[in-house]
């Protein structure tokens, strides 16, 4: 029977899984430093992308922004015009090797979901 | 410029004391970690960032851009991104530069 956690997540691998798995890797460091780190890394992502900033990690992949014009919306409810300015949008490029080793293990693995 | 690995390596070493050689091997393996998720069909999702998640797309005709010749694009599993709310928030405030 699945886990309680399980269900609620899915099978997805999530921030606290990632944080065991690398702590198992570097036995030397306390799991609170690993999770200091992995907290750190992950806020320097944001701020770096919320001040425009590019991010590119070799053989992972390239973190951007792509600008959306402005646009005329609707609100769906009373079918109004609304003008929206145009905004930023977070795209992420996978890198080569990201992309090489996802697309050939394709045929061993199930994408679990 | 663009961050990069040794940038997120420097942070390491700054706020968390790390030495050199263990903020290196961290954000090695933080990378790395995610990578070998994917490959295994394990989508990975960060709270508070995104989620990157896996499709498998069928074949489909393609076209050589430059001479128009059609070739076949070969079945194929792919990475995608999709930004969390608060990240989406954060991005969305930023003016630009221009």
Redesign the interface.
Known sequence: MPSLISIF???????SE?IE??AK??P??ALK??E???K???E???Q????????????????S?H?RPPRLGRNPKTGESVALS???????K?GK???D???E??GK????? | MALTKADFAERLFDELGLNKREAKEMVEYFFEEIKRSLEHGEQVKISGFGKFELRDKSSRPGRNPKTGQEIPITARRVVTFRSGQKLKARVEAYAGAE
Do not use: W
Not at chain 1, 9 to 15: A, H, P, R, S, Y
Not at chain 1, 86 to 92: D, I, R, S, T
């Open positions: 997540q899915g099978l997805n691998v999530t921030k990632l798995a690398l890797q570097q030397h460091l430093d690993v200091l780190a992995v750190c890394i992950i320097k992502m944001n770096a992308l919320s001040s425009g900033e590019r991010i590119e990690i070799r053989g992972f992949g390239s973190f922004l600008l145009k905004k930023y949008v977070p795209h992420f996978p090797e990201l992309r080793r996802v697309d293990s394709s693995y199930k994408i679990i979901d």
